[in-house]
C-alpha cells in the first residue's frame, strides 16, 4: 500500500508562492506516475499536472504553465508542485496522488494524499 503525506499548503497573498511537497512510502510507489489533483469549494477535483519518478517527462496543465511546475527528488521520495504568481482562483485543496489513471473520461489515481489546503488572499 502507498503512503502518500502531502506538507506545504497555507495562506499566501495573491501574487506570492508556495511549494508542496508529498513524500511516498510503501508498495511499488517508483513504479507509477505520480500527480497532483486540486479541489476547490464547489467545483469538482482537477488534474494539474503528473511527473514519473524514471522519466523527466511531466506536465502541467496548460492554463498554469508559467505559474505551476511539478519536480521530484528520487532520493527523498518526494515530488513537488512549485506555485508561483498565485491567484485567488488557486484557492484549493492540493491532493498528491500515486497512480494516474484515465478512466471515464476523467483522470483518477489510485492512491491519494490527505490534502493540503491553499488559500490565496487578496
Known amino acids: 500500500q502507498v503512503q502518500l503525506v502531502e506538507a506545504g499548503g497555507g495562506l499566501v497573498q495573491a501574487g506570492g508562492s508556495l511549494r508542496l511537497s508529498c513524500v511516498a512510502s510503501g508498495g511499488t510507489f517508483s513504479s507509477y506516475v505520480m500527480a497532483w489533483f486540486r479541489q476547490a469549494p464547489g467545483k469538482d477535483r482537477e488534474f494539474i499536472a503528473s511527473i514519473r519518478w524514471s522519466s523527466t517527462n511531466s506536465y502541467i496543465k496548460d492554463s498554469l504553465k508559467g505559474r505551476f511546475a511539478i519536480s521530484r527528488d528520487n532520493a527523498k521520495n518526494t515530488i513537488y508542485l512549485s506555485m508561483n504568481t498565485l491567484k485567488l482562483e488557486d484557492t484549493a485543496i492540493y491532493y498528491c496522488?500515486?497512480?494516474?489513471?484515465?478512466?471515464?473520461?476523467?483522470?483518477?489515481?489510485?492512491?491519494w494524499g490527505q490534502g493540503t489546503q491553499v488559500t490565496v488572499s487578496s
Open positions: 496522488a500515486a497512480d494516474l489513471v484515465y478512466n471515464r473520461g476523467r483522470y483518477d489515481a489510485t492512491f
